[in-house]
């Protein structure tokens, strides 16, 4: 982050200092959001391996929901499902049609920086059931590059600023690939413009069917999912939903590897893409203002808990992804321990803009964490909001047979604990400093007042609005 150089100067509970870039004293952000990625595939990351010794990494980042488009929605307006609105994909509770008909793509961070100043551009995945072929331009971004179901990475519609084109199947119309020259691009015109830049390059890598550039068709031979403790384990105590299932197949275990060396090979083109963007913003003479932020919308399981590949539950698998942040005046080689969610990331930008964040934004600007100085107040917990099952036939991330679909719940996760309350009632609590791979159920074996801090806390979060609310 592009920060004055007094930032290492500051103590707790001053304020941030203004970022100093070279655009009107604005540095540049570059976001770069996976889909599906879960933390075991950080170390076919070598790029992002980069970030982390350079810059500073989020020990717990918690998405709102471990489904992509509540996620996606959080992000983009700081605020929690229960105030988007977007629980599900789609339906009458998520999806495109519900962010849009809202109004909450009226208040971004995009909108934000356009506001201030800057040039806004967003390539590849948007929101589960945007059509490009019917759907427009959302308010604030000057460059519009986006695709609706293009999880095969070939063969798609992408909505060039309005305009409709088809790439195929040949390997260069790998959409990862092509968001990776178009963003280098857009890094050089912006620059050549002396204008500040925002850029969120949106993979649907590495989610399902999986598929990596024709390049990396045969990397890592022989790879195997990882065999961690919750690998084919119930957790004792476990929710109804999870509690019946019997062990995974020989045949289930094979295609968990072969999907796993797959979704491996497929972050080979999303580690490519950011050293490709990291190229341009050299030859633009841009790197030494500019941000670069790694995250992913949820994490994914595959084989723990005995469920073959899927999303959606509050494990840590699914609901802890990475956030790894780099730049001039960025903590190097730093972890953050603090409790910070996707909702924070829309004022973190608004922040480094110099721009005021709404004040019916949930989160709160990251800037303090990144330059190593805590903050007086902080939240304690991260809040998740899930809806289910999900039946929804044309959802690409309805669950699979044994993959996991639970029913609503709602949680939150604190630095050593997960603390989820289901609607009919059931519970699960796991004390991740004693059970990290969350094996024990030991919601029964609380004690009354700590069981009633924790359904307290929890039921306050469920009806925050504002940061300051929502800071429990």
Request: glycine letters at 10%.
């Amino acid at each position: 982050m592009a920060l004055a150089s007094t930032a290492a100067a500051c103590t707790a509970g001053s304020p941030a200092p203004l970022p100093a870039g070279a655009a009107g004293g604005k540095p540049n952000v570059v976001l770069v959001l996976t889909d599906d990625l879960s933390m075991n595939l950080l170390p076919y990351l070598p790029h992002v391996q980069d970030m982390a010794k350079t810059g500073t990494s989020f020990a717990n980042y918690t998405v709102t929901d471990s489904l992509c488009c509540p996620s996606r929605s959080s992000l983009f307006t700081g605020m929690l499902p229960h105030d988007t609105g977007v629980f599900t994909n789609g339906g009458k509770d998520g999806g495109y049609g519900v962010f849009h008909g809202r109004g909450d793509d009226k208040s971004t961070y995009a909108t934000t920086l356009r506001q201030a100043g800057y040039r806004t551009a967003m390539m590849g995945k948007y929101l589960n059931g945007y059509d490009p072929k019917s759907d427009g331009v959302p308010p604030g971004w000057t460059e519009w590059d986006v695709a609706g179901n293009a999880y095969g990475e070939f063969d798609y519609d992408l909505n060039e600023n309005g305009t409709l084109k088809h790439y195929g199947k040949k390997p260069e119309d790998y959409l990862v690939d092509v968001m990776a020259g178009k963003a280098a691009q857009f890094v050089s015109a912006s620059a050549a413009a002396h204008t500040p830049f925002a850029i969120e390059l949106a993979t649907f890598a590495p989610h399902g069917p999986y598929t990596p550039a024709p390049r990396d068709a045969d990397a890592f031979p022989g790879l195997t999912a990882p065999r961690a403790p919750a690998f084919d384990t119930v957790p004792a105590s476990a929710p109804p939903w999870l509690a019946s299932r019997t062990p995974l197949t020989d045949k289930e275990k094979t295609t968990i590897d072969k999907d796993f060396r797959k979704r491996a090979q497929a972050v080979q083109s999303v580690d490519k893409m950011i050293g490709t963007v990291q190229e341009a913003l050299d030859k633009a003479g841009v790197r030494g203002t500019t941000d670069i932020v790694f995250t992913s919308d949820n994490g994914y399981h595959m084989g723990e808990y005995r469920l073959t590949p899927g999303k959606q539950t509050a494990f840590d698998t699914d609901v802890h992804v990475p956030l790894v942040v780099t730049g001039p005046g960025v903590k190097a080689g730093a972890t953050v321990n603090q409790p910070v969610a996707n909702i924070d990331l829309r004022p973190t930008f608004e922040a480094l803009a110099g721009a005021e964040t709404p004040a019916e934004v949930d989160g709160e600007s990251l800037v303090p964490l990144l330059t190593g100085t805590a903050p007086p107040v902080w939240r304690t917990v991260g809040l998740v909001e899930h809806h289910g099952p999900d039946f929804d036939r044309t959802d690409p991330d309805k669950p699979k047979k044994n993959s996991g679909n639970p029913s609503t719940y709602e949680a939150i996760r604190g630095t050593a604990y997960t603390y989820v309350e289901y609607a009919d009632g059931t519970k699960e609590f796991y004390d991740r400093t004693t059970d990290p791979r969350e094996l024990r159920n030991t919601a029964a074996q609380l004690p009354p007042d700590e069981a009633k801090r924790l359904h307290d806390t929890l039921r306050a979060m469920i009806t925050c609005h504002t940061a300051a609310a929502c800071r429990h």
